[in-house]
């Protein structure tokens, strides 16, 4: 329901309504979660928030700034204590649009010159014409677009010592004026003005009170006097004036923090208040898949015997091409696309692989086993949103960009361009071959193994591949499935998504260079040149 309308509701109700004092946008958010229907933009609070007095010393706009942020982070309607209108009726008409532009629901004008001053300020403060606020509240119901808007007039006879005849009279023309509800201000310990005024008046318009001077007053009191709205007009802002002073003595005498913490609201209160959730979940759905939410596994358990002496003492994801270890170069990629929670699972020379921020995983069997079983002593860190790797490729950033920004439960990256050498190959077949005109179609893999038929390989499996929540599951089911073969240990990464494809679509990305396969002493020059 629009906020007009919940507050006109709330004034027309013929139960006793409540609203409460917010000053900023934080307790607007602190009221709304009390339970409150609506809130008092409080001239006094909202004036002291900014660390001037109650005298329009803040400039209609900075109020108006305020009262935009509180209305932004709520959903209830805000009643602005609108002061004297900050000049005549044509100030009110500005007022007016301008509220109702921020969603604000209402505003109360009281009868006093501008610039105001606080009601509880003094004795006998002059009051306005009566003609001339009655000029102000047509002035305002005239500019209103939405005919739900409020404008409430304050009566401060009473106030400045007029008597009941005197506050009737005004009563009247304000009413006649257009006013949809009247505020009767008392400064008064007990609610004798607002008995007379209520007594006579009848129930012509619905009256609002605020009871900061007959706050003992039982609120039930007020219910039978019929009146529609109490206001609670001042009591975040001097709660929160007491809070903050024993919290800053306490600190000021203790040097410490020791005794305040239990006693102040968390940080993580701050972050509720302030919506953190909503942004969160606006992240997952706005934001190009970055990389916080993701996680990365390295599999450079092997020795890469290949490489003779130069892993006789390190696994050769320590290779150095362009004098920077392979390993050190995926995880700065990694890092790159913003994805910090890398899980590297070592074997050969285990100790050699530190790197600062990592998290290990070792496969002590690293002898005997493939690349397959580094993934299975690593199945703790297959979370959903988790890149895989070999560690002994090099790839472009933008592989990896498109390869998180697919879509797909199960996606792998899929060299078009391969070469049929004596190295070990991934080679893949899938539904759709590669071809320029087909570049936005989807495309599943059909079969991958280093022995595929040269006429059925579309590509090349480059050793990098990711999976959501979906295909993490469908992956640990399928290292289940395989864990319970004898010959489990000697399985390759291909017999894996082999199982898969016959199970589950695994989605291709295909690529035409722009990685490199570090296998061969030949491909580490090659790996050189390429950086
Ligand atoms: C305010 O909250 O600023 C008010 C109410 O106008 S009172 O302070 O009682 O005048
Ligand atoms: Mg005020």
Same mark, same amino acid.
């Given at each position: 329901?629009?906020?007009?309308?919940?507050?006109?509701?709330?004034?027309?109700?013929?139960?006793?309504?409540?609203?409460?004092?917010?000053?900023?946008?934080?307790?607007?958010?602190?009221?709304?979660?009390?339970?409150?229907?609506?809130?008092?933009?409080?001239?006094?609070?909202?004036?002291?928030?900014?660390?001037?007095?109650?005298?329009?010393?803040?400039?209609?706009?900075?109020?108006?700034?305020?009262?935009?942020?509180?209305?932004?982070?709520?959903?209830?309607?805000?009643?602005?204590?609108?002061?004297?209108?900050?000049?005549?009726?044509?100030?009110?008409?500005?007022?007016?649009?301008?509220?109702?532009?921020?969603?604000?629901?209402?505003?109360?004008?009281?009868?006093?010159?501008?610039?105001?001053?606080?009601?509880?300020?003094?004795?006998?403060?002059?009051?306005?014409?009566?003609?001339?606020?009655?000029?102000?509240?047509?002035?305002?119901?005239?500019?209103?677009?939405?005919?739900?808007?409020?404008?409430?007039?304050?009566?401060?006879?009473?106030?400045?010592?007029?008597?009941?005849?005197?506050?009737? +009279?005004? *009563?009247?023309?304000? #009413?006649?004026? %257009? &006013? =949809?509800? /009247?505020?009767?201000?008392? !400064?008064?310990?007990? $609610?004798?003005?607002?008995?007379?005024?209520?007594?006579?008046?009848?129930?012509?318009?619905?009256?609002?009170?605020?009871?900061?001077?007959?706050?003992?007053?039982?609120?039930?009191?007020?219910?039978?006097?019929?009146?529609?709205?109490?206001?609670?007009?001042?009591?975040?802002?001097?709660?929160?004036?007491?809070?903050?002073?024993?919290?800053?003595?306490?600190?000021?005498?203790?040097?410490?923090?020791?005794?305040?913490?239990?006693?102040?609201? +968390?940080? *993580?209160?701050?972050? #509720?208040?302030? %919506? &953190? =959730?909503? /942004?969160?979940?606006?992240? !997952?759905?706005?934001? $190009?898949?970055?990389?916080?939410?993701?996680?990365?596994?390295?599999?450079?358990?092997?020795?890469?015997?290949?490489?003779?002496?130069?892993?006789?003492?390190?696994?050769?994801?320590?290779?150095?091409?362009?004098?920077?270890?392979?390993?050190?170069?995926?995880?700065?990629?990694?890092?790159?696309?913003?994805?910090?929670?890398?899980?590297?699972?070592?074997?050969?020379?285990?100790?050699?692989?530190?790197?600062?921020?990592?998290?290990?995983?070792?496969?002590?069997?690293?002898?005997?086993?493939?690349?397959?079983?580094?993934?299975?002593?690593?199945?703790?860190?297959?979370?959903?949103?988790?890149?895989?790797?070999?560690?002994?490729?090099?790839?472009?950033?933008?592989?990896?960009?498109?390869?998180?920004?697919?879509?797909?439960?199960?996606?792998?990256?899929?060299?078009?361009?391969?070469?049929?050498?004596?190295?070990?190959?991934?080679?893949?077949?899938?539904?759709?071959?590669?071809?320029?005109?087909?570049?936005?179609?989807?495309?599943?893999?059909?079969?991958?193994?280093?022995?595929?038929?040269?006429?059925?390989?579309?590509?090349?499996?480059?050793?990098?591949?990711?999976?959501?929540?979906?295909?993490?599951?469908?992956?640990?089911?399928?290292?289940?499935?395989?864990?319970?073969?004898?010959?489990?240990?000697?399985?390759?990464?291909?017999?894996?998504?082999?199982?898969?494809?016959?199970?589950?679509?695994?989605?291709?990305?295909?690529?035409?260079?722009?990685?490199?396969?570090?296998?061969?002493?030949?491909?580490?020059?090659?790996?050189?040149?390429?950086?």
């Amino acid at each position: 329901m629009k906020k007009t309308s919940q507050l006109r509701n709330m004034i027309l109700s013929k139960d006793l309504e409540f609203i409460m004092e917010a000053h900023n946008g934080l307790s607007a958010r602190v009221v709304e979660e009390a339970g409150f229907k609506g809130i008092w933009g409080s001239g006094l609070s909202i004036s002291a928030a900014m660390g001037v007095r109650d005298n329009n010393e803040a400039s209609w706009t900075q109020v108006l700034e305020v009262l935009e942020f509180m209305s932004d982070v709520t959903n209830i309607p805000i009643l602005l204590d609108g002061d004297t209108g900050y000049g005549n009726f044509n100030n009110m008409r500005r007022l007016v649009s301008k509220l109702e532009q921020r969603k604000v629901a209402g505003v109360c004008i009281e009868d006093k010159l501008f610039p105001k001053t606080n009601s509880f300020v003094g004795d006998a403060q002059p009051l306005a014409d009566m003609d001339e606020f009655c000029g102000k509240i047509k002035a305002a119901k005239d500019t209103q677009l939405d005919d739900d808007f409020v404008v409430v007039a304050r009566l401060e006879g009473f106030i400045s010592g007029w008597g009941l005849k005197d506050v009737m +009279t005004r *009563a009247k023309a304000y #009413h006649a004026a %257009g &006013a =949809d509800a /009247l505020l009767v201000h008392s !400064k008064k310990s007990n $609610p004798s003005d607002i008995d007379a005024f209520m007594k006579e008046w009848g129930g012509r318009l619905p009256i609002v009170i605020v009871p900061t001077k007959y706050y003992s007053t039982p609120t039930d009191h007020f219910r039978k006097l019929g009146i529609s709205l109490v206001i609670w007009a001042n009591h975040n802002l001097r709660s929160s004036i007491k809070a903050m002073r024993a919290t800053s003595a306490r600190i000021f005498a203790d040097e410490s923090l020791i005794n305040v913490e239990g006693t102040i609201a +968390t940080v *993580a209160d701050i972050f #509720h208040l302030q %919506g &953190a =959730d909503e /942004l969160e979940s606006a992240e !997952k759905r706005y934001l $190009p898949t970055s990389g916080k939410s993701w996680n990365a596994i390295v599999l450079a358990a092997s020795q890469g015997e290949k490489f003779g002496d130069l892993t006789r003492d390190i696994p050769k994801t320590l290779l150095k091409a362009n004098g920077v270890p392979i390993l050190a170069s995926q995880i700065d990629i990694f890092n790159r696309m913003g994805i910090t929670d890398v899980t590297v699972v070592r074997g050969f020379a285990k100790e050699a692989i530190a790197f600062p921020g990592i998290k290990t995983v070792d496969n002590e069997d690293h002898a005997s086993t493939k690349e397959l079983y580094s993934l299975f002593v690593a199945c703790d860190s297959i979370k959903g949103n988790t890149v895989i790797s070999y560690g002994d490729i090099l790839f472009k950033d933008h592989v990896l960009h498109e390869l998180i920004n697919s879509d797909g439960d199960i996606s792998i990256v899929v060299d078009a361009d391969c070469e049929f050498t004596d190295s070990y190959t991934d080679f893949v077949q899938n539904d759709v071959p590669y071809a320029r005109s087909a570049f936005d179609r989807a495309v599943a893999l059909k079969k991958m193994s280093a022995t595929l038929d040269r006429a059925s390989v579309n590509g090349e499996f480059i050793g990098l591949w990711k999976v959501n929540q979906r295909g993490a599951a469908a992956v640990k089911a399928a290292l289940g499935r395989l864990s319970q073969e004898e010959k489990f240990k000697s399985l390759r990464m291909a017999d894996l998504f082999s199982d898969l494809a016959r199970e589950t679509r695994v989605s291709v990305i295909y690529t035409k260079g722009a990685w490199m396969d570090v296998d061969s002493i030949v491909d580490l020059t090659h790996a050189s040149e390429m950086q």
